[in-house]
């Protein structure tokens, strides 16, 4: 599809896909909290749990803090820290498994989530990079 086939986003269009995102990527880190709240005790734990609840509640965070970005500079780079964080708490939701703490099968559609906000966080740098290098009319 060439550039002039588009059809304009409207900001209300966005608004609510951004509402949504916003919405999803502070539920990915609630529900981490929770898997986080049902684990034994251990210092190891403890530590996992820790990183993973920092990790995945700044999803939520940067992803605010994008959206509320001054540049599309400012919006990349906020995103660029949701990418990181989300990818770091899909980490930890790993080492969990890895360590038998959690079974697979139990946050096996939290690790898909977290793939998911990578990916559309990735699609979204992408865009805007495409869309700042763009000639306006």
Request: one cysteine or more.
């Amino acid at each position: 599809m060439r550039t002039g086939d588009r059809k304009p986003e409207t900001a209300k269009g966005r608004r609510t896909a951004q509402n949504a995102f916003r919405k999803r990527t502070f539920e990915f880190g609630i529900r981490c909290i929770r898997v986080v709240e049902t684990l034994p005790r251990s210092i190891t734990v403890d530590t996992i749990a820790r990183k993973l609840i920092r990790a995945a509640t700044s999803v939520a965070a940067n992803y605010r803090g994008a959206i509320r970005g001054r540049s599309s500079a400012e919006f990349m780079a906020k995103l660029g820290i949701v990418e990181e964080e989300c990818d770091e708490a899909r980490y930890w939701l790993e080492t969990l498994v890895a360590l038998n703490l959690v079974q697979p099968g139990r946050i096996a559609d939290l690790q898909q989530e977290a793939d998911a906000i990578i990916a559309i966080t990735v699609a979204s740098i992408r865009t805007t990079r495409h869309n700042a290098k763009e000639p306006t009319n």
